[in-house]
Nanobody
């Protein structure tokens, strides 16, 4: 079982940048497929970005394409989400997640595919 803790949330003006981090307890994150989701008030949880267990395949939700980057720092056992060109509509609680995967090249993009979740980090973008 893995425990995930997000950090780095906060308030930014539109156009700014922010990096979220997700640190995992043992075992190490490179044993799982990982991803980021977000949920705004009154909306369903939305896929933001995902990475396969082998670290090679990456996928982004439409809202994140070209602006967000997912990466894994193995030495720190930390999953990052670099966000740039922030928009008001990026305001949400952001969650990192990990999924058990028997196929190392798969990226998962739906919440039900993930077993482990962080507590969430609030990101607020002002226009």
């Amino acid at each position: 079982q893995v425990q995930l803790v997000e950090s780095g949330g906060g308030s930014k003006q539109a156009g700014g940048s922010l990096t979220l981090s997700c640190t995992a307890s043992r075992p190490t994150l490179n044993l799982y497929a990982v991803g980021w989701f977000r949920q705004a008030p009154g909306k369903e949880r939305e896929f933001v970005a995902g990475m396969s267990k082998d670290g090679i395949q990456k996928r982004y939700g439409n809202s994140a394409l070209g602006r967000f980057t997912i990466s894994l720092e193995n030495a720190k056992n930390t999953l990052n989400l670099q966000m740039s060109s922030l928009k008001f509509e990026d305001t949400a609680v952001y969650y990192c997640a990990a999924a058990t995967s028997h196929l190392p090249m798969l990226v998962f993009d739906t919440p039900s595919q993930y077993t482990y979740w962080g507590q969430g980090a609030q990101v607020t973008v002002s226009s």
